[in-house]
């Protein structure tokens, strides 16, 4: 029922910056919580951030005081990741999960490539 599209993934050096967007379609009314979720070879699949659709926000300890998670609507999020390090890179993944009926929607993923 939705649909996402994460955009802004690529490379960068290590303590640089990068912002990544997911943007929604479908049946975006019905989103609640969104999050970024990211797997790099060999890991287990990590949740980055949440966001709730009050805009309350949770992360991971390794990501706390590096990334930002933002919401404008219920069809856009964003990721702002400062002071990257290597440990970073992964597939990140947007996420949305739906109220009043529940389920979850995953995009395909954008590779961010941290490394000198």
């Known amino acids: 029922q939705v649909q996402l599209v994460e955009s802004g993934g690529g490379f960068v050096r290590p303590g640089g910056s990068l912002k990544l967007s997911c943007t929604a379609s479908?049946?975006?009314?019905?989103?609640?919580?969104m999050g970024w979720y990211r797997q790099a070879p060999g890991r287990q699949r990590e949740s980055v951030a949440t966001?709730?659709?009050?805009?309350?926000t949770n992360y991971a300890d390794s990501v706390k005081g590096r990334f930002t998670i933002s919401r404008d609507n219920a069809k856009n999020m964003y990721l702002q990741m400062n002071s990257l390090k290597s440990e970073d890179t992964a597939v990140y993944y947007c996420?949305?999960?739906?109220?009043?009926?529940?389920?979850?929607?995953w995009g395909r993923g954008t590779q961010v490539t941290v490394s000198s």
């Open positions: 966001i709730s659709g009050t805009g309350s």
């Open positions: 479908g049946n975006i009314f019905r989103i609640g919580t």
């Open positions: 996420t949305a999960n739906m109220i009043l009926g529940g389920g979850s929607s």
